[in-house]
C-alpha cells in the first residue's frame, strides 16, 4: 500500500518502520521483523500490517531507493551543464546511493520484481538521456533505453566492486562518473 494512501499517524508508523529498518538491517542484513519493530517503538502487528512479509518490506526499502536515485538524478539535471559534466556528477551521487544500502543486496532478486525499477516515462535519467541523446550529446548509436540499463548495470558493478575491497567509495564513485562519460558523449 502507498504511504500517500494511509491516514498521517499510519503513515508516520510505516515510515519510522522503513526508516528504522534502513539502519537496523545496514547494521544487521538478517535482522528479523521483532528487532526491526522493537527498535522503531511500533508493535509487532504494526510492521506486519505495512509489510506482511519480509520480501515486502525489502520491496518498500527498494522503492525508497529508487526514488532517491531519482531525485538524485533530477538534481544533478537540474544543476545542469554538458552531458559529461552531469554523468561526472552522477558517478559518486549514484554510488552514495548503494553505499547506504548495501545491505538490500541480501534481497537482489527482487529487484527484477520491483515495478518501481522499471523506468517510466517520467523517470529523470531516462527523461534526460533521451533529451541528451535527441541532442546529439549522447552517442547516437545508444538508445536511451539501453543507455540507462547500461547506466544501471555499470553502478551496480561500481558497488560490487567498493563491496569487494577493490576500489573506496569514492574512487569507485569518481571512475564509475568517468566512465560513464567515455561510454556515453558523444
Known amino acids: ?9 499510519a503513515r508516520r508508523n510505516r515510515d519510522a518502520v522503513l526508516a528504522t529498518a534502513m539502519r537496523v538491517l545496514g547494521q544487521k542484513p538478517d535482522a528479523s521483523i521483532q528487532e526491526i519493530a522493537d527498535a522503531s517503538g511500533v ?31 533530477a538534481a ?23 553505499e547506504r544500502y548495501r545491505f538490500l543486496d541480501v534481497h537482489r532478486d527482487l529487484v527484477t520484481e520491483d515495478p518501481h525499477e522499471r523506468p517510466g516515462p517520467e523517470d529523470p535519467l531516462l ?15 545508444l538508445p536511451p533505453h539501453w543507455a540507462y540499463a547500461m547506466v544501471r548495470a555499470l553502478a551496480v558493478g561500481a558497488n560490487e ?10 574512487e569507485a564513485g569518481r571512475l564509475l562518473g568517468e566512465t560513464l562519460v567515455r561510454t556515453f558523449t558523444a
Open 43 to 73: 508493535g509487532r502487528t504494526t510492521v506486519y500490517r505495512n509489510f506482511p512479509a519480509r520480501e515486502d518490506l525489502a520491496r518498500a526499502l527498494f522503492a525508497v531507493v529508487v526514488e532517491e536515485q531519482r531525485a538524485i538524478v
Open 161 to 170: 566492486e567498493v563491496a569487494a575491497g577493490r576500489a573506496s567509495p569514492a
Open 1 to 9: 500500500m502507498s504511504s500517500k494512501n494511509l491516514r498521517s499517524d
Open 127 to 141: 527523461t534526460w538521456l533521451t533529451a541528451a541523446h535527441e541532442s546529439g550529446a549522447i552517442h547516437a548509436g
Open 76 to 98: 544533478a539535471v537540474a544543476q545542469g551543464g554538458t552531458a559529461a559534466e552531469i554523468l561526472r556528477r552522477l558517478g559518486p551521487e549514484i554510488l552514495a546511493v548503494g
